[in-house]
């Protein structure tokens, strides 16, 4: 260890940033943190991970909802 260190051009923050990931402050119900805490209990992993899935999940069905409704109304739009 030296005996002393040059910190004129250090910056305070994160140490280390995990690309594609970005730290929010958010704030869910008791019963959904049990939810999801439990799982990665009971599964292994952790909630975060869990919660971000079932996220990306619903992102898959929202998208998929909007491309029926897209294909329902230009299917309407081309029998009239």
């Known amino acids: 260890m030296k005996a002393e260190y040059d ?3 250090a910056r305070r923050g ?3 940033v995990e ?3 970005t730290r929010v402050t ?3 119900d008791n019963d959904v943190l049990e939810f999801y805490r439990g799982l990665a209990e009971k599964y292994g992993g952790n909630y ?3 919660i ?3 996220l990306r999940e619903q992102m898959a069905v929202q998208e998929g909802a ?3 409704l897209l ?3 230009i299917r309407e739009e081309m029998s009239s």
């Open 7 to 9: 910190f004129t051009k």
């Open 14 to 16: 994160a140490v280390v």
């Open 19 to 21: 690309p594609g990931k």
């Open 26 to 28: 958010i704030r869910l």
């Open 48 to 50: 975060q991970s869990a």
């Open 52 to 54: 971000n899935a079932a």
């Open 66 to 68: 909007l491309e029926r």
């Open 71 to 73: 294909r329902r109304v």
